[in-house]
C-alpha cells in the first residue's frame, strides 16, 4: 500500500545551522511590521470605523452579487452584504445584511442617503424593504479597537501562564515570544498591503495565536522527554532532536490546514477573505515561529536540569494505574 511521505524517516537536519541569520531577521521582519502599523497604519473596515448596518427583507431570494452592483454607483464607502438564514423563516421571507461606511469621514449615512440606497436595491427587486436600519458610530468603534487588544494581550498572558504551569517559565516566555511574533507578523501584513481589517481579521489572529501553540506544546513536550532520555546532550542538541521527531507531524498538520483554508480563501467570499488570509498566513508563520523562535529563545533562556528525572518520575508515578 502506498503511503503519502512529506517529510523522510529518521530525519537529522540541523534546523539552529543559520540560527544566526534567521534570528536576527525575524527580529528584524517584526520591527519592519510595528513600524507600518505606526506610519502606514491600517485599512479598517466598517467594524472600527463605523457606519450604518441595513436589515432588508423580500420576497424573492437574494443575489448578492445584484445588490452589490446596484449601491456601487452611489459612491458609499465599503459596503459588505451577507445573506441572513433562519429555519423559522417562510419560504418567501428573504433576509439580507448590508453594512455600509458613511462617506466622506461622516459616521453614518443620512436618510436621504438611505433612501437613495433603498431605492438603487428596489430596482433591481422590488419587493425589497428595509427592516431595520442601525448606526455604529465612532466610540463604539474605537471600544472595539480597545477590546481587541486587550483580547490579544489577555490570550498572550493565559499562554504563557499555562505554559509556564505545564513545563517551567523558560517554556512560556518562548512560546510566547514565538507568539507574538506570530501576531505582529500577521497584523503588519494587513498594514503593510493595506487589506482590510476588521473583526473577522482579530478572531483570525486570535485562532492563528491559538493554532501556534498548539504546535509549540507538542515540541516542549518532545523536548522535556529526550531531556530525561539524554541526559548528557547539550540542549540545543535535544531541541533540534525533538524538532527532527515532531517534523512529520509538524507538516503533515500544517499542510491538511492550508488545504481546508484554500478552499475557504478561494471560494469564501468577500466576508471572510480578510479571515481566510490572515489563517492562510498565520499557520506558515506559526510553524515557522516554532521551528526558528520559540526553539532559540527556549536555548537562549536555557534549563534548570538538575532535578528533570526527579519530576518526569513522580509524573509517571502520577499516571501509571
Given amino acids: 500500500m502506498y503511503r503519502l511521505k512529506l517529510v523522510p524517516d529518521n530525519t537529522n537536519w540541523d534546523f ?9 531577521a525575524s527580529v528584524l521582519a517584526m520591527v519592519i511590521a510595528i513600524a507600518s502599523c505606526f ?13 450604518t448596518t441595513i436589515r432588508t427583507e423580500a420576497s424573492q431570494p437574494v443575489d448578492i452579487g445584484a445588490y ?24 418567501d421571507q428573504h433576509v439580507a445584511q448590508i453594512r455600509i461606511q458613511a462617506p466622506d469621514d461622516a459616521h453614518m449615512l443620512s436618510s436621504e442617503q438611505i433612501a437613495a440606497a433603498e431605492r438603487a436595491l428596489q430596482a433591481v427587486d422590488p419587493t425589497i424593504r428595509f427592516q431595520a436600519v442601525e448606526t455604529v458610530g465612532p466610540k463604539v468603534s474605537g471600544e472595539l479597537v480597545s477590546m481587541a487588544l486587550l483580547s490579544l494581550g489577555a490570550a498572550l498572558i493565559g499562554i504563557m501562564f499555562y505554559i509556564w ?51 509549540t506544546v507538542v515540541i516542549f513536550d518532545r523536548v522535556r522527554e529526550n531531556l530525561v532520555k539524554f541526559k548528557k546532550r547539550s540542549l540545543k542538541d535535544i531541541v533540534n532532536l525533538s524538532l527532527n521527531e515532531t517534523l512529520s507531524r509538524t507538516i503533515m498538520t500544517t499542510m491538511t490546514t492550508f488545504l481546508a483554508l484554500l478552499v475557504l480563501l478561494a471560494l469564501g467570499g468577500d466576508v471572510i477573505r480578510g479571515f481566510s488570509f ?44
Fill in 39 to 51: 506610519t502606514l497604519g491600517f485599512n479598517f473596515g466598517i467594524d472600527f470605523l463605523g457606519g
Fill in 16 to 24: 539552529f545551522r543559520f540560527a544566526r541569520v534567521v534570528f536576527p
Fill in 68 to 91: 452589490r452592483n446596484a449601491l456601487e454607483p452611489l459612491g458609499y464607502g465599503d459596503v459588505t452584504l451577507t445573506q441572513v438564514y433562519d429555519p423559522t423563516f417562510r419560504s
Fill in 278 to 321: 490572515a489563517m492562510v498566513f498565520g499557520i506558515f508563520v506559526g510553524c515557522y515561529s516554532t521551528i526558528f523562535i520559540a526553539s532559540v529563545v527556549l536555548i537562549w533562556l536555557g534549563v534548570d536540569r538538575s532535578d528533570k528525572t526527579e519530576k518526569v518520575g513522580k509524573d509517571a508515578a502520577k499516571a501509571a494505574p
Fill in 165 to 215: 504551569m505545564r513545563f517551567e517559565w523558560q517554556f512560556g516566555v518562548a512560546a510566547v515570544a514565538a507568539l507574538l511574533h506570530d501576531a505582529v507578523m500577521t497584523i503588519g501584513v494587513f498594514s503593510l498591503f493595506q487589506i482590510k481589517f476588521d473583526l473577522t481579521v482579530v478572531a483570525a489572529v486570535l485562532t492563528v495565536v491559538g493554532y501556534s501553540i498548539n504546535d
